[in-house]
């Protein structure tokens, strides 16, 4: 492993600056270093459009692998990930148990398809499966099998006639390494990706349980509940035999070409796969059922917070993701084309993945190809080298140790509601990994948002202290930092000292029919500013629970608490008490920082009840809070995801349009244009050359005035990205 954090380590550290408290400038800080080593030892940051080829076991002689290499010339795919071996061996393998294809005879397909995309000068990864195998396999290896908690070989759960593998044993250890041995010997891929690699549930076969109980002195635990204190043990057990794995099979490929990487569809920790990845794939294929149009980009962030700038890949599936799984299906234009333009705009390349070396239905080639076409034109504005977002929202990775109370259930909602929020607001912000808030990865934010963090160590409480003793300003709801990270409750917030309240021993709800009273400051006879667009309101409704504190400060009262009255029978439904000097939101200032806290699970209760006034009132605490002109700022109708990013010698804004009927139930059926108007802050000592429309391929109509770009859009279809070139 030395060897490759000595690599790692050769990236190009650009100068940083610390902007927390002062003017936004263009700043590159260690984590969104470009990712810039020297060229003969890597090919990562090379490809920029993706494309996978998943082999069917009767492909071969039967697919026109020339119809293949032709598209992806067409589409400038610059990236190519080929069905090479695991469940079915797609080349004349040695290795005894791997299963040729029944259809392969004296065919290569896979050395065919490599060859002609080496020619064309595009890198290649090959694909590898290891989750299922063959009858022939349970028989000579019955122990390679994995086991259900009744003690039974698990038969394959979509083919009956394999079995599903252990992955934590000899079938990985020593078969797969095998495989991924040969292939690399006879083609020498620039990687082997391995999909389904980190098996399929917890296995009870005789390996697993005599390797968890050597590493825990436990028994494999009989669920997957992760407030289980034996679950836990197995997650960070199961996490350690695969980077285990991980580092086996990387090491067998490098030994034969040191370039080349394994690259794991998938790593159960993501600060891990910081550590150990040059380039790093997600695998968010479409929408099913209620996903949000923007989860394809919240991936893209959630991971980016832990590899920073290395070269992100998004797999995208041109069919129907649902439970059924169609998996040779076609989805609309309009969906394929969001979903996409949501990665490329969060820092993603594309990848498209395709099963079936056959077609049927072939409408989703065109479709691909105008997304790529698009992408290949504007090649040298999407080679970010860090996004501009001033505001980051922190996530909890990996938290399992909070969650059994009433109140916490469905503690993901806070997360999506936040997120949702700033989506509505059209925020640029990044994700922030909580397990990564020292001063590096925090240095890009002026804000942070903690959306009821609750389980924060006393360490990571006194990064945040850093943070805002530094100038930044902190946004917390709920429980944030109430419990350390053992999942115990303290006796007061670890945050306590900056929010200036604490906890008053309980938490309530839900509670019925209860409303925050706003109001003016009776001393300025004014409305404070996190009431904007509200101050005809009196009242709104409340959050769903709240967290009862008391306040070691004073405090404005602009948002207070009108306690739950009767809802029923209508004649009773009136205040008891019509007012109190219960704050529902506490803000204050500590030297340069804003702070600002809600008891109220306000974020989650948004994203439950979606009221347009908590989205104001979260709006409006975001821009107190962030207390500077943001970046850039999209007015016009419509619902559009604002990223902005920087090149070497350029800016970007990218908008994705979201405006549709079908933006919570997918997929789309069509795309609605909106029009906007857009204001870009000009980064600190640059000047601003030519400025374009990249996706519809116009010039832009703008207007330079002191610091500030006006840029008028007439027309957003799906995507549209201003580039700004800078000198
Ligand atoms: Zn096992």
């Known amino acids: ?93 040695n290795v005894p148990l791997h299963h040729r294809s029944d259809w392969l005879a004296n065919s290569d397909p896979f050395g065919y398809l490599v060859e002609g995309c080496r020619k064309m000068n595009m890198s290649v990864l090959a694909r590898s499966d290891p989750h299922a195998a063959r009858q022939n396999v349970y028989d000579a290896h019955p122990d390679w099998i994995a086991v259900t908690a009744n003690g039974e070989k698990r038969r394959h759960w979509a083919n009956k006639d394999l079995w599903v593998t252990c992955a934590l044993g000899p079938y990985n250890f020593e078969f797969m390494t095998q495989v991924h041995s040969e292939i690399m010997e006879r083609y020498q891929p620039d990687g082997i990706f391995s999909n389904r690699w980190a098996g399929s549930g917890i296995c009870y076969c005789e390996h697993c349980k005599t390797n968890f109980k050597d590493y825990s002195g436990l028994d494999l635990p009989l669920n997957s509940n992760p407030i289980d204190k034996t679950f836990q043990k197995y997650s960070e057990w199961n996490t350690i035999r695969l980077k285990e794995l991980w580092t086996l099979w990387d090491g067998v490929i490098r030994k034969v070409k040191p370039a080349s990487r394994f690259i794991p569809n998938g790593f159960p920790d993501k600060v891990i796969t910081g550590q150990l990845s040059d380039i790093v794939f997600t695998d968010h294929q479409a929408r099913s059922g209620a996903t949000m149009p923007w989860s394809n980009g919240k991936g893209a962030k959630e991971i980016r917070a832990s590899i920073g700038m290395k070269p992100l890949g998004g797999i995208f599936s041109v069919g129907v993701e649902e439970q059924y799984r169609w998996k040779d299906s076609v989805q609309t234009e309009a969906e394929i084309r969001v979903w996409v333009a949501e990665g490329t705009a969060n820092g993603m390349r594309p990848w498209f993945t395709k099963f079936s070396g056959v077609l049927y239905d072939k409408r989703w080639l065109d479709i691909v190809d105008k997304i790529y076409q698009v992408h290949y034109r504007n090649e040298s504005y999407l080679r970010n080298t860090a996004p501009l977002a001033r505001v980051g929202m922190v996530f909890s990775d990996g938290n399992r140790n909070y969650g059994s109370e009433k109140w916490q259930q469905k503690s993901g909602d806070h997360s999506l509601g936040m997120y949702h929020a700033l989506i509505e607001d059209r925020t640029p912000f990044e994700m922030v990994n909580d397990r990564l808030l020292d001063q590096e990865h925090l240095k890009p934010f002026k804000l942070l948002i903690l959306p009821n963090i609750a389980a924060l160590s006393t ?95 004073s405090f404005p009262e602009p948002v207070t608490l009108i306690p739950t ?80 990013w920087q090149q070497e010698a350029s800016m970007t804004v990218h908008m994705v349009n979201l405006t549709n009927p079908m933006m919570i139930k997918g997929p789309f059926r069509e795309l609605i244009p909106v029009a906007a108007k857009v204001t870009i802050k000009i980064p600190q000592g640059r000047k601003v050359g030519g400025i374009k429309l990249l996706v519809s391929d116009e010039k832009a109509i703008f207007d330079v005035r002191e610091d500030k770009i006006f840029v008028s859009v007439p027309k957003i279809l799906d995507y549209e990205i201003i580039g700004i070139d800078l000198s």
């Open 565 to 644: 009255y009767p809802d029923l029978p209508m004649e009773d439904v009136y205040p008891r008490i019509p007012e109190t000097n219960i704050r529902e939101l506490y803000l204050r200032s500590i030297g340069k920082s804003r702070i600002a806290y809600f008891p109220g699970d306000i974020d989650r209760t948004f994203w439950q009840i979606m009221s347009a006034d908590h989205g104001k009132l979260l709006r409006n605490t975001i821009r107190w809070a962030l207390d500077e002109e943001p970046i850039a700022e999209v007015t016009g109708p419509g619902v559009i995801d604002v990223t902005v």
């Open 459 to 553: 360490e990571k409480c006194a990064q945040l202290r850093k943070f805002v003793e530094s100038g930044g300003s902190l946004l917390a709801t709920f429980e944030t930092s109430l419990y350390d990270e053992a999942g115990i409750r303290r006796n007061d917030f670890g945050l306590t000292d900056l929010f200036g309240v604490s906890f008053d021993k309980s938490v309530e709800g839900p509670m019925q029919n209860s409303y925050l009273r706003l109001k003016k400051d009776a001393a300025l006879n004014q409305f404070h500013p996190v009431l904007k667009d509200l101050e005809d309101a009196y009242r709104i409704i409340n959050t769903i629970n709240m967290v009862n504190v008391i306040p070691r400060s």
């Open 1 to 93: 492993m030395k060897l490759k954090f000595q690599i790692m380590n050769r990236r190009n550290f650009i100068k940083t600056t610390s902007v927390v408290a002062g003017a936004y400038a263009i700043i590159e800080p260690a984590v969104f270093a470009n990712f810039n080593m020297q060229a003969e030892e890597t090919w990562f940051n090379r490809p920029m459009r993706w494309a996978q080829l998943t082999l069917v076991e009767n492909d071969p002689g039967k697919f026109d692998p020339d119809f293949w290499l032709g598209y992806f010339k067409q589409i400038h795919a610059d990236g190519a990930t080929l069905s090479a071996g695991g469940i079915v061996a797609y080349y004349p393998t």
